[in-house]
C-alpha cells in the first residue's frame, strides 16, 4: 500500500454547511424569542427573566448538539473517504495459488480422495467462493475488493462502508468442523491488519466475517454450527460475523437455470 493520503479541506464542507445553517437557524430564532420576552409588557419581571433565561440555557443546548452533530459528521466524511482512497494491493497469483491449494488439499484429505479428483474440487472451491462473494455484495450492495493484501498478508476480500473496513475469509467446508489451527491462522491475520491500520487510518473500524460455504445436512449443519463458540474466536481482536452459505442454494442462484 501506498503511503495515506491526507483529507482535503473540501472534505468538511458539506456537513459543516449543512449544519451551520441548522445552528443559524436556531439562534435566530431564539434571539426572536428572547427580544419578544424582554419587551413583553404582560409578563411580571420574574416571568420574564425566567423565560429569557430557559431560552439562554435552550441555545447553548441546541449549540452543543448542533457542535457534536457537526464534529461527528466531519469525523465520518473524512473517514469514509479517507477508506475509498486506500490504494489497495492486490494479492500476487502466487500467494492466490498458494491459499487455494491448501485449502484443496485439506478438503481433499477429509474426503479421502485420489489426486486425479482434486481438479474437480479445486473448481468447485473457486466457484463456491466466488458465489458466496456475490452473494455478499449484492446483499450489502457496497464495494468490494478481492484478494487483497495487507503487509505480508492476504484476505479473499474487503468491504468498505463509511468508516468500517470488514475483511473477508471464505471457507469450503465438506464435514462439520472448522479446525482450531484455521481459526488461529485467521487471527494472526487480522491482527496484522489491526496493527497496520491503527497505525496509519487510526481512525478506520475494522470488522471481520467468516463466510463457511457448506454441503451438509441439517444434521452435520446444527452440528457445525454448536461448535462455533465465541471462545473459539477469542484470539480475534475485532468484531467478528460468521456467515453460513449453502453451495446447493448458491448455484440455484448464480449458476444454475
Not at 458539506?14 to 424582554?38: D, K
Not at 469514509?80 to 500467494?95: A, F, H, L, M
Not at 478438503?107 to 467462493?129: C, K
Request: charged share 25%.
Amino acid at each position: 500500500m501506498t503511503k495515506p493520503k491526507k483529507p482535503s479541506l473540501t472534505s468538511y464542507a458539506r456537513p459543516l454547511s449543512n449544519h451551520l445553517i441548522a445552528v443559524i437557524g436556531l439562534i435566530a430564532v431564539a434571539c426572536l424569542a428572547i427580544g419578544f420576552a424582554a419587551a413583553s409588557r404582560n409578563l411580571e419581571a420574574i416571568q420574564r427573566w425566567t423565560l429569557i433565561v430557559f431560552l439562554i440555557l435552550l441555545v447553548i443546548f441546541g449549540l452543543s448538539i448542533s457542535v457534536w452533530l457537526i464534529l461527528r459528521s466531519s469525523r465520518r466524511a473524512v473517514v469514509g473517504k479517507s477508506n475509498k482512497d486506500i490504494e489497495w494491493q492486490v494479492d500476487s497469483p502466487e500467494n492466490q495459488k498458494k491459499k487455494l491449494n491448501d485449502e484443496v488439499r485439506g478438503l481433499a484429505e477429509i474426503l479421502n480422495i485420489s489426486d486425479e479428483q482434486l481438479t474437480d474440487l479445486l473448481s468447485a472451491f473457486v466457484v463456491a467462493e466466488d458465489l458466496a462473494l456475490r452473494k455478499i455484495q449484492q446483499d450489502e450492495r457496497k464495494p468490494l475488493f478481492r484478494h487483497i493484501r495487507v503487509k505480508n498478508v492476504g484476505f479473499d476480500a474487503v468491504l468498505l462502508s463509511n468508516n468500517t473496513l470488514n475483511f473477508i475469509e471464505v471457507t469450503f467446508l465438506v464435514a462439520p468442523d472448522l479446525p482450531q489451527k484455521k481459526i488461529n491462522s485467521i487471527a494472526d491475520k487480522v491482527s496484522t491488519a489491526k496493527m497496520f491500520f491503527g497505525e496509519n487510518y487510526p481512525d478506520s473500524k475494522l470488522k471481520f466475517s467468516l463466510v463457511l460455504v457448506t454441503q451438509l445436512d441439517q444434521e452435520d449443519g446444527a452440528k457445525l454450527r454448536s461448535t462455533l463458540n465465541k471462545e473459539r474466536f477469542s484470539s480475534i481482536p475485532v468484531d467478528i460475523d460468521i456467515n453460513f452459505y449453502d453451495f446447493e442454494e448458491l448455484q440455484k442462484v448464480y449458476a444454475m437455470e
